[in-house]
């Protein structure tokens, strides 16, 4: 069985620009969470979308914002970069709506200049 | 405000040695407390979790101690191996109804020396 599959696994980006990354969750999995995690911490909860609704939401800006679509795949979107969005972001997965058992996919490095 | 205080920061362990990493939290509506490994440029993966009605979990050489009333909780790792040599996270899940994620503390180096 597939894993937690994102892309892309590597971007680099402008200050400025917008970026959107993608996550497929398990099959099966009907939650999907990001994460931002900088080099040298603990991944940051941003998001986490239950049957295509958001339903938590962690200290980020409004530049930040994710959908989940009706095969449970989701994005995230990053709008007006800055240099401080450099991290990776991580996705995970799991079957009901709360973060246990949760399994992460192998995140899409970005890196903003 | 970090809510998973996690210690050492870094920890060397001879081969065969047991590795021990500390977490503690505050808020006692956590209700489920796992541990992910992570290798460099991979995702976390999960290791071990334990719920706080259990003072002790087994998974191979991988043992949770869970302190209800001191609100600590430990991972254990017996016979270590250079392949266990990774960063170490402990988390924790709030109980209540919203959703809030994993709260992650800040990680543990792990070295172990052959």
């Known amino acids: 069985d597939a894993g937690v599959t994102q892309s892309p696994t590597h971007l680099i980006k402008t200050r400025g620009q917008h970026v959107t990354l993608r996550c497929s969750p398990i099959s099966g999995h009907k939650s999907v969470s990001w994460y931002q995690q900088v080099l040298g911490q603990g991944p940051q909860f941003i998001f986490q979308y239950y049957e295509k609704e958001e339903r938590g939401r962690g200290n980020f800006p409004d530049r930040f914002s994710a959908r989940q679509f009706p095969n449970y795949s989701s994005e995230l979107n990053v709008n007006a970069l800055l240099l401080g969005d450099s991290a990776l972001y991580l996705c995970?997965?799991?079957?009901?709506?709360?973060?246990?058992?949760?399994?992460f996919g192998q995140g899409t490095r970005l890196t903003v200049v | 405000q970090q809510q998973v205080k996690q210690s050492p920061q870094s920890l060397i362990v001879q081969k065969g040695g047991i590795s021990i990493i500390n977490c503690a939290y505050e808020n006692t509506a956590f209700d489920y407390f796992p541990w992910y490994q992570q290798f460099p440029g991979k995702g976390p993966a999960l290791l071990i979790a334990?719920?706080?009605?259990?003072s002790e979990k087994k998974e191979g050489r991988f043992t949770i101690s869970f302190n209800k009333s001191a609100k600590q909780f430990s991972l254990h790792i017996m016979d270590s191996q250079p392949g266990d040599s990774a960063t170490y996270f402990c988390?924790?899940?709030?109980?209540?109804?919203?959703?809030?994620?994993?709260?992650f503390g800040k990680g543990t180096h792990l070295i172990i020396q052959p």
């Open positions: 988390a924790a899940v709030y109980s209540g109804g919203g959703a809030d994620g994993l709260t």
């Open positions: 334990i719920r706080p009605d259990v």
């Open positions: 995970a997965s799991s079957w009901g709506r709360r973060n246990t058992e949760a399994f």
